[in-house]
């Protein structure tokens, strides 16, 4: 079966604001990640891609444009079931302003039980992303064969869920994943199991350094802004 690279969007202007943009419409990439998306075809130079699947979403169709841009002849798809978790009467709000939120404690601890108000819960969120990867699969080694390598660009919560289900981790430990702006994770499937290859690879530990504010235990709902 197809290996298939999960690229998260470039850093966005809700990032760099510390908002959980959700489905929020106009959120665009900042300048970090504008200059992420554009070395992202540098990056993946030697991969012989398949296809292209994206989120709807603004912030990752810009992410992909360079790619489709440095490669007219590869086929590009969007695909809703990839979209960003539906965060309900969350959306658009300050994460700062979250963390008090009784349900922020079960969505750091017991995710697999957590329902946004008026949105979706984790749960429904994983799984329709891990059948849009099903369907994707079996589509791209139809069209292209076993060996072939395809690309979905997405958001934090939906990559860090899809590992989770490849590496059989029950929902409750995705939030021990994490996967930076523009970063790229790679998963091989077989016929009879995933196989992690790479994950969250940006190329770039500047993440890693130490930073002066105190680092937070909590996971970042939405994924994070990444390196300053």
């Known amino acids: 079966m197809p290996t298939l690279l999960l690229v998260r969007h470039g850093r966005s202007t809700a990032n760099t604001e510390g908002l959980l943009a959700g489905w929020t419409p106009g959120v665009a990439l900042d300048e970090r990640g504008a200059a992420q998306a554009a070395a992202l075809p540098g990056r993946l130079a030697a991969l012989p ?3 292209v699947v994206a989120s ?6 810009e992410t992909i444009r360079p790619l489709l841009d440095a490669r007219p002849g590869l086929t590009a798809h969007t695909d809703d079931r990839i979209g960003e978790c539906h965060y309900g009467d969350w959306t658009g709000r300050k994460l700062a302003e979250l963390k008090d ?6 969505v750091q601890a ?3 039980a957590a329902a946004f108000p008026g949105g979706e819960s984790l749960r429904a969120m994983q799984t329709r992303a891990a059948e849009a990867v099903r369907e994707w699969n079996a589509r791209v080694e139809r069209d292209h064969g076993a060996d072939a390598v395809y690309l979905m660009c997405s958001h934090g919560d939906i990559i860090k869920s899809l590992v989770a289900e490849a590496l059989g981790l029950h929902l409750d430990l995705f939030q021990r994943i994490s996967v930076d702006p523009c970063s790229v994770t790679a998963i ?5 199991r995933p196989y992690l290859v790479r994950l969250g690879d940006t ?5 890693l350094a130490p930073r002066d504010e105190t680092p937070s235990d909590d996971a970042p709902v939405g994924g994070g802004a990444g390196a300053p």
Not at 56 to 61: A, F, T, V
Not at 203 to 207: I, Q, R, W
């Open 49 to 51: 891609l398949s296809e």
């Open 56 to 61: 709807p979403l603004q912030r990752c169709q």
């Open 101 to 106: 939120e009784p349900l922020m404690e079960v």
């Open 110 to 112: 017991h995710p697999s």
């Open 188 to 192: 091989r499937y077989t016929r009879l």
């Open 203 to 207: 190329g770039d530990f500047e993440a």
